[in-house]
């Protein structure tokens, strides 16, 4: 293992350690506690430490630097359109939006994709997890299953559409059954990485402190594999929205891909762009939840 | 070879030379299938540990002291022979055989007091007793002030005090311990050995344990089982007759020096020896 002692302790047992300064410590005396008690100052609080200031300080200039970039980038759109790109200007697209959304049309077909996509990932992530730990666990499981999960990933979803039509009819059926598929092989696969990537050391420590099968993986295996199946969501949440714009450009009556389809037909680019904003700022959005929910639930990993 | 009896110049409290020891081995030997030929690991061993000695066991890479603690641990089992505790065949992992690995193998996402309590859950105790008994084994390793701490943000010593606190917390019988300082740096490991030492008088238990480092097996040991490669057996077992506690002074006196000489003769020239 590659860790070095933090400074905290190295300082402390260096302290306690010099050989020709030690005296021989009184047989009784509770010395691991004592040695401890003066070895190891409590831990700073992370609010004061100068390593906390700093990471904070330096989160703020990223974020300036991001947002410097971002209104940069909309500077070079303008002038893109300026020098007579046929573009929509961000004015433009901004008063296309707040008109879309005045009338209603934007929030219904905003929602519309954004049920498919909750639907469809959701219930992805509900079937993929299980299933992942059966096929970690069980090597039996894993030969069965995983020949199928392998062919049905190399198949883009799109493909599955027009056979999802013809098998589940037109309405939202195919729709969220492909973004289900798109969203449970991403999670499956993750999942049981995560589960036979769990390091065989934990397991026997977990045995040999009495721990019987059930208990290792509930209480080993499980939180050892969090770390991948939130990977996996955040993958599978990509595939999701990837899928859905596609799912409705083929076949729907409203969302946010057919709401762009039909601006495609009666050239209102502006329209698409309001579109592919709204998707762009719905999934970064839904991306931020997930980074959020694997900083407080894997904030124990070590970083190497 | 002859049943060892243990060594009783420390004038330490275990048992007249013919009580019952602790852990017996019995013709254990273990080979591992390669294919087209067999490694023999462990080439038939006899060794008796008494109950509250500490034993250390030296050797080359492949002379199968590791497989001898797994086999002890229950992680692996013998193909032929038997290891008794007590006189009761090994068989599977138990929390009366509390195990430390090199690795520290640390449950990452528990706290230092949450790893410690996991074998108590584990084994049905109440919160309060958990919460008293990790306590009191916390405070004995030295790691009060970061009970609540992730492993993450712990050193590679602490981290290890952190594992031993975990393995006495369930009150084994025996404790055995793969190379728990190997991965430490040397002054740490001196820190830790003194440390060990002062938790093993106050919570006497029967220690096996293994290293790589000659010094590590004499300072700690009531007797250092020098092990033998290809196949894996016993070499000689050299008995310490240096008091506890050991204390620096022991650590550099000419008694110490020559203890350290013979298992360091017995390590690196064991051509000499007749094979078993």
Same mark, same amino acid.
């Given at each position: 293992m590659t860790d070095r002692p933090t400074s905290r302790e190295s300082t402390g047992d260096a302290m306690t350690t010099p050989a020709t300064t030690r005296t021989t410590p009184p047989p009784d005396a509770p010395a691991p506690g004592a040695t401890g008690g003066v070895t190891?100052?409590?831990?700073?609080?992370?609010?004061?430490?100068p390593a906390a200031r700093r990471a904070r300080r330096d989160g703020r200039a990223r974020l300036l630097v991001s947002l410097a970039s971002l209104v940069g980038g909309i500077g070079v759109w303008w002038v893109l359109c300026l020098l007579g790109f046929q573009l929509p200007t961000p004015a433009a697209v901004l008063s296309r939006g707040v008109e879309l959304a005045l009338s209603g049309a934007l929030w219904t077909d905003t929602w519309a994709s954004l049920r498919r996509v909750l639907a469809g990932f959701l219930l992805g992530v509900v079937a993929a997890v299980p299933v992942g730990f059966l096929m970690g666990w069980y090597a039996p499981v894993r030969a069965v299953l995983d020949p199928w999960i392998q062919f049905f990933r190399m198949i883009p979803p799109l493909a599955i559409i027009p056979l999802a039509i013809v098998l589940?009819?037109?309405?939202e059926g195919p729709r969220i059954f492909v973004i289900f598929l798109a969203s449970f092989l991403a999670n499956v696969v993750s999942t049981y990485q995560g589960v036979v990537s769990v390091d065989r050391t934990l397991i026997n420590a977990a045995r040999v402190l009495g721990a019987k099968d059930g208990t290792i993986f509930l209480r080993v295996v499980v939180p050892a594999s969090t770390p991948f199946i939130l990977v996996g969501m955040r993958i599978g949440l990509g595939a999701a929205w990837a899928t859905v714009v596609a799912a409705e450009l083929i076949?729907?009556?409203?969302?946010l891909g057919r709401s762009m389809q039909k601006a495609q037909l009666y050239y209102q680019i502006d329209t698409i762009f309001v579109g592919l904003v709204m998707i762009g700022l719905l999934g970064l959005a839904m991306d931020r939840l997930l980074l959020l929910a694997e900083k407080k639930l894997t904030g124990w990993r070590e970083r190497r | 070879m002859t049943t060892h009896t243990p060594h009783?110049?420390?004038?330490? =409290? %275990?048992?007249?030379?013919d009580a019952e020891p602790k852990i017996r081995f019995r013709g254990v030997t273990r080979t591992f299938d390669l294919g087209r030929e067999e490694f023999v690991a462990l080439g038939g061993v006899d060794l008796d540990v008494a109950d509250q000695e500490f034993v250390t066991i030296v050797g080359p890479?492949?002379?199968g002291k590791s497989t001898m603690l797994n086999i002890l641990a229950g992680l692996d089992a013998p193909t032929t022979g038997e290891v008794t505790v007590d006189g009761v065949p090994v068989d599977g992992p138990s929390p009366d055989r509390g195990v430390i690995f090199q690795q520290y193998?640390?449950? =990452? %996402?528990?706290t230092v007091r949450k790893n410690v309590e996991f074998g108590l859950k584990v084994a049905g105790v109440g919160a309060a007793e958990r919460r008293a008994r990790a306590e009191h084994f916390i405070d004995l390793v030295g790691l009060t002030a970061f009970?609540?701490?992730?492993?993450?943000?712990?050193s590679g010593g602490m981290k290890q005090r952190c594992a031993i606190a975990r393995a006495y917390a369930v009150d084994p019988q025996v404790l055995l311990m793969d190379?728990?300082?190997?991965?430490?740096d040397a002054l740490t490991r001196v820190t830790l050995q003194e440390q060990l030492l002062q938790t093993w008088s106050q919570e006497r238990r029967t220690v096996a344990f293994i290293t790589h480092d000659v010094d590590e097996a004499v300072f700690l040991a009531n007797r250092v089982v020098v092990m033998a490669a290809r196949?894996?057996?016993?070499h000689e077992i050299v008995p310490v007759d240096l008091p506890y506690p050991r204390t620096e002074d022991v650590r550099l006196s000419p008694e110490f020096a020559e203890i350290r000489n013979r298992v360091w003769h017995a390590v690196y020239h064991q051509q000499a020896a007749p094979a078993a």
């Open positions: 190891d100052a409590p831990a700073p609080s992370r609010a004061t430490s589940l009819g037109i309405d076949a729907a009556q409203d969302g | 009783d110049g420390t004038g330490a =409290p %275990w048992g007249a030379p890479s492949g002379c193998a640390l449950f =990452p %996402w528990l009970a609540d701490a992730y492993p993450k943000t712990l190379e728990p300082f190997g991965a430490l196949p894996g057996r016993i």
